[in-house]
């Protein structure tokens, strides 16, 4: 190991005696109180420099060994420390990939900042490289979302949509001007090629299942047709499958992230339908009318370059959350925002009884009670407990489906 002083994280005296780590409420920390001697051991983790030789050098500067193991430990404790050299073969390949890692050095500076363990931010990475996502909808929000997806480092996005490029797909880091005409689902596929840090792992034979499953760590629902954006028809398959899916898409002028369904454990589409024809009992013969209106008349539908843009940005920053092993926000709730005043909420989506999905009998499990701490505005986010707690849901990246 060779450690170093997370990047990330700018430093900065508060006295004599006090170090901050840190900028914002929501990962900034102080250290302290620390003699001259142990400060200035602290430019020393810069990850050139194996255990050994920081003790050896920490004797220079009268630090006894003790000292210098108990400084390391605290530091790594605190989640301040990363590793510039160890790591799983994974890994080791990864940082063997130079115009790569220099595409994401931003990402993984991100990384480290919401992971503790040294090393783990480049785990991520390179399991990002080994995942499977599926985006359906290749309009301005899906094509985009999916992009962004594969230039974070995700290893394969496959996108599926029917039909062909109109000119009023197009937007920025998705379908490109020059793709109008060509069919949807490989101009989308071009582009999520496009914008890869590199060529995807090469892997066995496509296998979609032993049993039906189609593999997908992930799959992002981002319908073009607004009314299944606003009333998303359940995903039956999905939660048959036990497949984690998340929704997105823009209905009028609001833009919808979320929920963020983990099959049998969170609220799905199916409990959202149950829970408004509850408080709503014309809400089914509604989107039967809206339903039938849209496969009578072909209309171009609302959908504001910038927000659509938006949200695909927010879904996806929702989506890595969840394949680096996290449970965001999405989970249980539909983010919202509507045009003009943008002013971002999240509603919750409780498990519904009636929902064959299961997901209410498992209302007082753990994942249904982080979902129901993250209500919360995102004005409010900061470093409250709450969002720490939120934040410390870790599961092990690529993990939530045993058959991954
Ligand atoms: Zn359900």
Redesign the pocket.
């Known amino acids: 190991m060779a450690p170093l002083l997370k990047p990330a994280l700018r430093r900065g005296w508060r006295d004599l005696n006090t170090v901050q780590f840190g900028m914002t409420p929501a990962h900034a920390m102080t250290l302290g109180p620390m003699d001259t001697a142990t400060g200035s051991f602290l430019e020393l983790l810069n990850g050139t420099r194996g255990p050994a030789l920081l003790r050896e050098e920490g004797r220079q500067l009268d630090l006894p060994e003790s000292h210098v193991d108990g400084l390391l430990e605290r530091l790594s404790r605190a989640g301040l420390l990363d590793d510039a050299r160890g790591g799983s073969p994974a890994v080791e390949t990864l940082r063997r990939k130079k115009k790569l890692l220099d595409r994401l050095r931003p990402d993984l500076a991100s990384l480290s900042l919401t992971t503790s363990e040294p090393g783990e931010a480049m785990e991520l990475l390179a399991t990002r490289r080994t995942l499977r996502v599926q985006v359906r909808g290749a309009g301005r929000v899906g094509a985009v979302l999916a992009s962004l997806l594969s230039a974070a480092g995700i290893g394969e996005v496959d996108v599926r949509d029917g039909g062909h490029v109109e000119p009023w797909d197009v937007a920025p880091g998705g379908l490109p001007a020059e793709s109008v005409g060509a069919r949807r689902d490989e101009a989308a596929r071009r582009a999520v090629r496009h914008c890869a840090p590199d060529n995807p792992l090469r892997r066995g034979p496509q296998s979609p299942s032993v049993d039906g499953d189609p593999g997908f760590s992930l799959v992002v629902l981002a319908p073009r047709d607004d009314v299944s954006v606003h009333a998303p028809p ?1 995903a039956d398959t999905f ?1 048959g499958s036990g497949t984690p899916h998340l929704y997105a898409g823009v209905v009028e002028g609001t833009g919808v992230v979320g929920p963020l ?1 983990l099959p049998g454990e969170t ?6 339908h ?1 829970w408004r024809t509850d408080r709503d009992p014309a809400w089914p013969r509604l989107v039967a009318q809206w339903r039938s209106g849209a496969r009578r008349v072909r209309r171009v539908p609302p959908c504001d370059l910038a927000l659509a843009t938006t949200v695909a940005g927010l879904a996806a920053a929702h989506a890595l959350a969840f394949l680096d092993g996290r449970v965001p926000s999405s989970a249980g709730a539909r983010w919202e925002v509507s045009l003009p005043a943008l002013n971002w909420h999240a509603r919750p989506v409780w ?2 009884p009636a ?6 009998e498992k209302g007082k499990g753990e994942l249904t009670s982080i979902a129901g701490e993250s209500h919360e505005t995102m004005t409010e986010q900061g470093p409250s407990k709450k969002s720490r707690r939120t934040a410390a849901a870790a599961r092990p990246a690529g993990t939530w489906r045993a058959h991954v």
């Open positions: 359940s939660v369904v609220s799905c589409a199916g409990c959202l149950e498990a519904h929902c064959p999905c299961g997901a209410a």
